[in-house]
C-alpha cells in the first residue's frame, strides 16, 4: 500500500493563489500516474488534473492550474492561480499503481471566499 500526504490548502480570496504538495510513501512500486480530484459539497469528486503518460486538466481549470511531478521524490504539486469560489472543495491527491491499485490522501480543504 502506498500512502499520501496533502499539506496547501486553506482560505484564500477570489483572484489569489495557493499550492497545493503530496507526497507519497510506502510502496512506490510502478506508479504510473499521480494527480488531483476535488470534491464540492454535494458535488461528486471530480478529476481536476493528472500526470501521467500525458498531463490532462479539467476545462474548468485549464489555464489557471498547473500540475507538477517529481518522479524522483513521489511527490505532485498542483499550483492554483486566479482561483474563484466555485473551486472549493476538499482537494484529494492520488497515485495509481500497476501492483497496489489507487491510493488516496486524506483531502485538504481549499476555500475560495472574500
Known amino acids: 500500500q502506498m500512502q499520501l500526504v496533502e499539506s496547501g490548502g486553506g482560505l484564500v480570496r477570489p483572484g489569489g493563489s495557493l499550492r497545493l504538495s503530496c507526497a507519497a510513501s510506502g510502496n512506490l512500486l510502478e506508479i504510473f500516474a499521480m494527480g488531483w480530484y476535488r470534491q464540492a459539497p454535494g458535488k461528486q469528486r471530480e478529476l481536476v488534473a493528472t500526470?501521467?503518460?500525458?498531463?490532462t486538466y479539467a476545462d474548468s481549470v485549464k489555464g489557471r492550474f498547473t500540475i507538477s511531478r517529481d518522479n524522483a521524490k513521489n511527490t505532485v504539486d498542483l499550483q492554483m492561480n486566479g482561483l474563484k469560489p466555485e473551486d472549493t472543495a476538499v482537494y484529494y491527491c492520488?497515485?495509481?499503481?500497476?501492483?497496489?491499485?489507487?491510493?488516496w490522501g486524506q483531502g485538504t480543504q481549499v476555500t475560495v471566499s472574500s
Open positions: 500526470s501521467g503518460s500525458s498531463t
Open positions: 492520488y497515485a495509481a499503481s500497476v501492483r497496489y491499485g489507487t491510493s
